[in-house]
C-alpha cells in the first residue's frame, strides 16, 4: 500500500472486512438472478437497473437505452476523480452446468454464478462500497461487452466527462493491467464458378479452394509473427472461426465465406495487418469487411501510448493496487484510452474462470478488491 492510503482497520465508518464480502455477495445474489445473457441481450432499462437504482443511496443517476439491448446507468456522487466501469451482460450459460447458473452458489472459497467473475463480483462489491461510504464514486454499468457491439461506451465518450482515470473491471486476479491486445473481426468473400467437379479445374476455379490456399497463407504469416513481443506478450494471435461455402462434392464451389479474427500486439499496426491478410493470395477476395474493431491497451501511437501507460502506472502506484502484466484478452478499458482517458483495468477473478461452465470468483479476492476500492472512495472524501 502506497504512503498516502488509508489502512484497512482506519475506517472512519468502522465497518468490518467480513461485514463489506457479506454485503458484497448479497449484492453478487441478487445480479447473479437476473438474466443478462448476450445473445440474446434482451435486456432493457427494468430488471436489473431497477435494483442498481434502489442500491444506490445519494447518487444522481440516469438511464440510458442504446438499443438492442444495450443499456447504461451512468451514476455520480459528488465530484470523484475516477469512473469506475462494469459490463453488467454476461455470455450464454453452456448445457455443462452442473447448478442453476442463476443461482448463486457460496463455498468456503468460492461464490459460484453465472457471471460471478465476468464480471457482476465487481459490480456487487461496488454497490457494496456504494452503501458503506457517503465519499465521491461514479459508476457506469453497461450491457454490451460480450456483443463486439459497444454502443454504451461510445455514447458515454460523446458526452466528455472529465476524469483522471476510467477503471474498468474485468477479471485481472486483483492487478492492474495497463497493456492488452485489440481485437479486430473480419467477414471477407471468395467467388469462383460453378460447375461439375469431374474435369479439370483451374486452380481459381473453386471459391472453396481459394479460401484453403488463403487459410495456408494466413497460418504460415502468422507464424512468422511469432517472436514479435511487448510487455510479456509474444506473437499474433489469429483464429478461423468460421467458414461457409460450396453445395457438395460433386460440385465445384461458386463462393466460399470466411470470418476470422486477430489479436495483434500494442506494438502491431492493425491497418497494416488488414491489408496483410487482404492480400495474401490471388485472387483476393470479391469482399473484405471489418466486422469489429478494438484498439489495444493503450490506444494511440507509440509516444501516445507510451505516456498513457506510464500515467495509469502512476494512479494503480497511488491508489495501492499491485500492478500485473500485459494479457492477451480484450477490454473495453482500450475505448477509453481511445476516447483520451486513462485507463487500465483492475477486477476480482481469473480470466481462466470467465465464459465456463460453474464459473466462480475466489472470495478473497472478491474481499479484497471490495476493501481497495472502499479505500479509494473513503479516501477521496477525506
Known sequence: MSAGSVGIGNRESGIGEAALLDATLTHLRALVSFDTRNPPREIDTGGIFDYLREHLPGFEMSVADHGAGAVTLYAVRGKPKYLFNVHLDTVPDSPHWT????VLTVTADRAIGLGASDIKGAAAALLAVAKATSGDMALLLSTDEEANDP???????????????VIVAEPTCGEAVLAHRGIHSVQMRFVGQAGHASGEQHPND????????????????VERQ???????????????????GGIKANMIAPTADVRFGFRPLPSMKPDHLLET???LVEPQPLSYTELFRG????????ATAETRRLAARDIADELGIPVGNAVNFWTEAALFSAGGYIAFVYGPGDIAQAHTADEWVALDQLQKYAETIYEIVNRGSA
Open 99 to 102: 447448478q442453476d447458473p442463476h
Open 151 to 165: 454502443r454504451c461506451i461510445a455514447a458515454f465518450l460523446k458526452e466528455g466527462h472529465p476524469y483522471d482515470a
Open 206 to 221: 473453386s471459391a472453396l479452394h481459394q479460401a484453403i490456399r488463403w487459410g495456408s497463407a494466413a497460418l504460415d504469416y
Open 226 to 244: 511469432s517472436r514479435e513481443r511487448f510487455g510479456g506478450l509474444t506473437g499474433l494471435r489469429f483464429n478461423v472461426g468460421r467458414v461457409e
Open 277 to 279: 491478410f487482404r492480400t
Open 295 to 302: 484498439d489495444s491497451l493503450p490506444a494511440g501511437d507509440t
